[in-house]
Each structure stands twice: as C-alpha cells, then as structure tokens.
C-alpha cells in the first residue's frame, strides 16, 4: 500500500526539517486539536500518526480531513463525522470554459491583471489590512479554520488594477507535491463584479504551467451533509446538519458553494475526526473556538430593532 500524502485542510508541506503542530486544549473536553501542521516534503500521514497524533492519550481532534485519512484514523479507533465538501480542480480538466463565466471573464479583464506577491514583512501587513477592507472585514472572524495573519508558508496572489489597487486577494499553502490549497479569498467591498474570477483564472494558468495537478478552492461547510438522507446520517452528522439551518443566515454557504461551483470542481467529502469520539460538548466547543457561535450572536444582534423603546426620539 503506498504511503498517504494527503493531510486535513489547512496543513501543509514546507522546506523544512521538523515538523511544527499547533496543538490546541480544548478547556471542557481537554482534547487536543490540531488545527494546523506544517511539515517536512518527506513525512506521510501514516508517520504524522505514529510519531505525533497516537502519542495524544487523552484524545484528539482533526478537521478538514480527506475520504484517505478519515478511513485511515476510523480504522484506528476514531469517530469520523462529514462537515462539508471540498471543491477541487483538476488543472489538467478544462474548469474554465462555462459560457457564463467566460462572458464575466472577458468583461472584468480591463480593471487590472493578477500578479504574485511576495509576503515579505510590508507585504503581510498590507494583506492584513486589505483583509479589513472587505465585505465581511466588520464581522467577528472565523479562526483556526485556515491560515491567517501572519500566512505562515503560504504564496499570495493579488487582482490589480492599472494604479495599483488592491481589487483582490488569495493565499495558498503547498499540501502535496502536486497539490495546492486555498487558504484566504479576499475580494476589496467596492471591487467590481468578477475579479476574484479573474484572478482564479490567472492562478490556474499559472499553476497548471509550474506542473501542479490539482488545486483545491477549500471546502463549504456544512454541504453534501445537508443533501444525503437523514437515515444515511450518524447522529453527529444529523448535528451538523441541524447547526448548518441554524448558521445559515450568518454563514452563507450556499453563495459559497454557487460561487465555487461555477468552476466546476470535483466536489469530495470532508470529515471531522476525533478520538475516542465526536461528543456533543466536543462539537459545541468547536463551534466556540472557531468564531461560528460569534457569528451567530453578530448576526442576531443585527437583527435587533435599533431603537425598539423610541427613547431617543424626540
């Protein structure tokens, strides 16, 4: 059996001779989440297990995992739950050619041209800053989820118009020798319509000419759980689902999945892992740690009459 390059969303390969996890305790359940590695070209999932992951006795966590490393850590003891989809291209496939998409191309190709930047420490702060400027740049942020401020190992590549603007942004992170991963898309709130297509275009062109074979745009969450029969369901994916209605208004997964699904990508199931088991406080206290309960307070409060009592009207 050859060895398992893949890795859980958000994990990377790096020239680098140690590995470096960020390990997190979650305070209730005291089970360590991983939610990021990057690690050596040469360690396969089954060392990343051996050395690091069987060593956690008092369990732990994993999100983003692929169909491969899910079966690998169920047949090993863990429980594995779906939690969404990743949208992947296959860069040798002709993920570009929808009528619709061409016309929005050709239209949008006059405000500027992708370039690659380098994330040096000016660049990094600049990035950050445009992170701010976006559409949702003034609502509590999602973390731990994907590589943010300060984009370890990541290469970024900007949309820019003819006076240097900023229009748009995206990081990714190298997973396998043939494989990229997007971490952050970033599109400035009063950019036209179009140039995060534009630069998708751009980066995929480029890729495929370095001699990548497929780049994911990262995952939705909560879809494809959503779609499959409740009776084809564990009770922890029941869950999801049921979390999914409720973060909808918050989290619009469904504008994700129609904003990726236009390049039509091989959508692939994504899994949650954890050992001993996906417990309900264990779930709840994701939810806490990534932002998504924020989320959901934010957009509850947005919902609130601004002045329900008229005290200061006069």
């Not at 960020?22 to 360690?43: C, G, M, N, V």
């Not at 929808?98 to 994330?119: C, D, M, T, W, Y």
């Not at 943010?148 to 900023?166: H, L």
């Not at 297509?197 to 370095?210: C, D, N, R, T």
Request: one cysteine or more.
């Amino acid at each position: 059996m050859s060895a398992i390059e893949s890795l859980p969303l958000s994990w990377c390969r790096d020239s680098i001779s140690e590995p470096s996890y960020r390990r997190q305790i979650l305070p209730i359940s005291r089970t360590s989440w991983i939610s990021f590695a990057t690690l050596p070209h040469s360690y396969a999932f089954e060392k990343i297990y051996s050395e690091f992951l069987a060593k956690r006795h008092d369990g732990f966590l994993l999100r983003g995992c692929p169909s491969e490393v899910a079966l690998f850590l169920a047949e090993r003891g863990c429980e594995v739950a779906q939690t969404g989809a990743e949208a992947v291209l296959q860069l040798n496939e002709p993920h570009l050619e929808k009528p619709s998409l061409q016309k929005l191309l050709k239209q949008v190709r006059k405000h500027g041209n992708a370039i690659e930047i380098v994330l040096n420490e000016e660049n990094r702060r600049k990035l950050y800053a445009f992170q701010m400027t976006c559409r949702h740049g003034n609502k509590p942020q999602l973390s731990d989820l994907f590589r943010t401020f300060p984009y370890e190992a990541c290469r970024c590549f900007a949309f820019v118009s003819a006076q240097g603007k900023w229009l748009a942004a995206m990081t990714l992170s190298q997973q396998t020798t043939k494989k990229l991963h997007t971490e952050l898309m970033l599109k400035h709130r009063e950019s036209p319509v179009g140039v995060m297509e534009a630069l998708i275009e751009s980066v995929f062109f480029l890729l495929q000419a370095e001699g990548f074979l497929e780049w994911s745009l990262s995952e939705v969450p909560f879809y494809h759980v959503q779609q499959r029969a409740p009776q084809k369901l564990s009770v922890t994916e029941q869950t999801v689902a049921a979390a999914g209605e409720i973060w909808k208004s918050a989290y619009n997964f469904d504008g994700l999945f129609r904003f990726k699904d236009k390049f039509a990508p091989v959508w692939q199931p994504i899994y949650l892992c954890a050992y001993p088991q996906l417990s309900l406080i264990l779930l709840a206290e994701i939810a806490f740690r990534t932002g998504y309960a924020d989320l959901i307070l934010h957009d509850a409060m947005q919902k609130l009459p601004r002045n329900p009592l008229g005290f200061l009207n006069s």
